[in-house]
């Protein structure tokens, strides 16, 4: 009985110690307690606002609207850039502890340097990630999690996105231009009422259609053209489903976009809608320097792969041809009499140059 007894006390004292040294391991040594490595929001449908914000205050505010996320003042933003950092939220998940030596470095860099994410759920805060630097393999992201469950971590860990390589960094900005919506069109064809594409210089190559609901009227300037391929219609029509923009302005300070302005377009795009809105885009050559040559395969001075385009709002934003080339081409589509563009016979006026800086 009195071996009984002792065994009993010694295994006590065993489980105590073992106890202890965990307690002491979680909170003093270089691994942190396994709930503050539990950085993922496990429902992200639960989630209805984040920020993000540096150490220098600056900050953007992330909110689900009614039927989309919006800015804080509900503006439209990139629907697709919220769900690259919703599924962060998700699949993150813990990748390893630093190095005992690189604790208090990684720590006092954070405290200089840092990206700060506030997730809210239901209305209510729920925790907070800091972002500091990449592994040096690029394949890891040092963080460290404030929680309201549990508290803020001491200890910066490592973290990843299941099944990425690469760090998690890049999906979070807070300038707002790379948040702002790039859509210029999203029309069906039976939205559209009337396209007018009209070539300041180059009057040949102007054309419009206009939707009668059953039938097309095809222009090439006043002219009206034979419908011979009514499939042809339909298919440029439909090319107004999906346009974008490439990239906001970062190039044109406001005295130089005033100057580019003040230029003539090489192209103006007017859009009627059938609700009656109006949609005019003004087209300006992007004279950067790069020469190259154009859809006749002449050789020209502004770059053949960028142009400038002034929203109706007065921005001027970026646009791509490989884009805007299926509206802006009708002679693809509809048999235009190009014989004058094509052959060469038709002067076309050097339009008034805009230098980019």
């Not at 996320?69 to 699949?91: E, P, R």
């Not at 840092?114 to 690029?138: A, C, Q, R, V």
């Not at 235009?336 to 563009?341: A, E, F, L």
Request: proline content about 5%; charged content about 25%.
């Amino acid at each position: 009985m009195k071996k009984l007894i002792i065994l009993l006390i010694s295994l006590a004292v065993v489980i105590g110690l073992a106890w202890i040294a965990l307690d002491l391991m979680s909170n003093n040594g270089t691994s942190v307690k396994s709930e503050l490595i539990d950085f993922a929001i496990k429902d992200v449908s639960k989630v209805d606002k984040f920020i993000i914000s540096d150490d220098s205050g600056n900050s953007f505010a992330i909110i689900k609207g009614k039927y989309n996320w919006t800015d804080k003042n509900g503006g439209c933003i990139g629907q697709d850039k919220v769900d690259f950092i919703l599924d962060a939220f998700k699949n993150i998940e813990f990748k390893g502890y630093l190095n005992e030596n690189d604790v208090e470095h990684q720590i006092t860099r954070m405290s200089a340097k840092h990206l700060k994410i506030e997730i809210f759920e239901n209305g209510s805060w729920s925790k907070s990630w800091y972002m500091g630097s990449p592994t040096p393999d690029h394949y890891g992201q040092i963080m460290l999690l404030d929680s309201k469950e549990y508290g803020k971590s001491e200890t910066p860990v490592i973290m990843q996105v299941k099944g990425v390589k690469g760090i998690i960094e890049p999906r979070f900005y807070i300038d707002p231009k790379k948040w702002e919506c790039t859509q210029i069109f999203t029309l069906q064809g039976p939205e559209i009422k009337k396209i007018d594409v009209k070539y300041m210089q180059e009057p040949t190559r102007s054309f419009s259609v206009e939707n009668f609901g059953n039938t097309f009227q095809v222009k090439q300037g006043k002219r009206l053209l034979p419908i011979t391929d009514t499939s042809k219609i339909f298919l440029y029509v439909n090319n107004y489903k999906k346009i974008h923009y490439n990239i906001a302005n970062y190039v044109l300070s406001d005295k130089q976009v005033d100057s580019l302005k003040k230029t003539t377009p090489f192209c103006i795009l007017t859009v009627e809608e059938r609700i009656g809105k109006t949609t005019k885009l003004r087209l300006y050559r992007n004279f950067d320097g790069t020469p190259s040559t154009n859809e006749f395969g002449r050789e020209v001075d502004y770059n053949g792969e960028t142009f400038w385009c002034v929203l109706p709002s007065g921005v001027p934003v970026k646009c791509q041809y490989f884009v805007f080339n299926p509206l802006l081409l009708g002679h693809i589509y509809f048999p235009m009499d190009m014989s004058q563009v094509n052959t060469g016979t038709y002067e076309v006026p050097k339009p008034e140059k805009f230098r980019n800086p």
